[in-house]
């Protein structure tokens, strides 16, 4: 058989994005041709440096440059200088948007070697996905501020929730609770906020009641994030608005150990564009440069994206790797070790070898 030919836009960033960018795309290229994949990378400079060159976070035609490509890499965005809201509204919103990449998927899984900040019961273990809406809810452009700089001085946000946006996310996480534990946890906040949460809800319901096998429960924003400090053993998947799941994946990676090995993806589900896969950290700068960043979010990042094309066995293979390195000890100074970047990507490649 010849090798199925993936391009992969590959967007490194700013800091350690372009750290933790390079020693993944090499493991990509060792593990694909096992699996019957060829790796082609189609490389953009777009980040802060080329929004302070040229006044855009990417070309005009950005988004066209993307949508050739079967899968989209981005290590991180984000410079001191540069504000946040435009590196995120400059280039990671547009691309979630216009790629209908309305699922944000992020595993929360303490993985073995990892020391967990909390205080498990005997046989608990935490291991679950958080499924974030991507495309609408909190984080909206409708509004605006009137009488700058004065005393009455207004500021207004509107929420946008449509039938159809929940809709489609309710339906992604029941189908992924279905072929794990059954069990979905919704998160609202239908006490405080009386429209768009209530419909929420409402929405969610619905589309449970063709999910007879998975359970689903309600909780108020406030007391899910206690619960997931008191009690992470009982979460399966959790479906949250973009405000919320954003928290709550923060919580989630602080949870199982280290920023620095959470990973993400933007899916588009029905793969009519492409997925977006990054780790769920920054661009760190305040380590950036030392070579000391943790790769393994990126890493894992990458078996997700394996995943999502379609072979799960090789993001298997690449997750077990990863695993391997975290208990044989090899580990950067974020989770306690002396390991540099590079030594740690190669501990990686040699499991990977290993396991071959
Ligand atoms: P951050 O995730 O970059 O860093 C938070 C802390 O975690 C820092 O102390 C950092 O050293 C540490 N850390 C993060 N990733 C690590 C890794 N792989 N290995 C070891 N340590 C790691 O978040 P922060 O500081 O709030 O933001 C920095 C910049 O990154 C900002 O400009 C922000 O807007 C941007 N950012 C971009 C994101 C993206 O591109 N999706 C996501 C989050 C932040
Ligand atoms: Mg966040």
Redesign the pocket.
């Given at each position: 058989d010849s090798p199925r030919k993936v391009t992969v836009a590959v967007i490194p960033?700013?800091?350690?994005?372009a750290e933790?960018m390079e020693p993944a795309l090499g493991i990509l290229e060792e593990i694909g041709p096992r699996h019957g994949l060829e790796f082609a990378w189609q490389h953009h400079g777009w980040s802060c440096e080329h929004y302070t060159r040229t006044g855009r976070m990417m070309p005009a035609d950005g988004i066209d440059q993307l949508a050739g490509a079967d899968q989209i890499l981005?290590?991180?965005?984000?410079?001191?200088g540069?504000p946040?809201h435009v590196?995120?509204w400059g280039l990671?919103i547009p691309i979630r948007r216009a790629f209908r990449q309305y699922v944000n998927l992020r595993p929360v899984r303490l993985l073995p070697g990892i020391e967990c900040p909390l205080r498990l019961r005997e046989g608990e273990d935490i291991d679950f996905v958080v499924v974030r809406e991507n495309n609408e809810g909190e984080y909206s452009e409708v509004g605006g501020r009137v009488y700058r700089g004065t005393e009455d001085e207004i500021a207004v946000q509107e929420s946008v929730f449509t039938r159809r946006g929940v809709t489609r996310v309710a339906r992604y996480a029941l189908d992924l609770a279905s072929s794990r534990r059954g069990s979905l946890a919704s998160a609202t906040k239908s006490n405080g906020i009386v429209h768009t949460m209530p419909f929420w809800d409402e929405v969610v319901h619905e589309v449970a009641a063709g999910y007879p096998g998975v359970e689903v429960a309600d909780y108020h924003i406030d007391a899910l994030a206690a619960q997931f400090v008191r009690d992470p053993g009982r979460f399966d998947v959790v479906v949250a608005s973009n405000l919320f799941g954003d928290i709550l994946t923060d919580l989630g990676a602080a949870m199982v150990g280290?920023?620095?090995i959470a990973p993400s993806g933007n899916l588009n589900p029905e793969k009519e564009h492409p997925s977006m896969f990054?780790?769920?950290?920054?661009?760190?700068?305040?380590?950036a440069g030392r070579g000391?960043?943790?790769?393994l979010?990126?890493i894992w990042t990458a078996s997700m994206m394996l995943d999502h094309l379609g072979h799960p066995e090789a993001g298997a293979e690449l997750l077990s790797a990863v695993t391997a390195t975290l208990t044989s000890g090899v580990r950067?100074?974020?989770l306690g070790g002396s390991a540099s970047t590079g030594e740690v990507a190669e501990a990686v490649l040699e499991h990977l070898r290993d396991a071959a």
């Open positions: 960033g700013d800091g350690i994005g933790v981005l290590g991180a965005v984000g410079f001191p540069v946040d590196s995120l990671l280290s920023i620095g990054e780790p769920v950290h920054g661009s760190a700068p305040d380590i000391v960043a943790n790769p979010g990126m950067t100074p974020d």
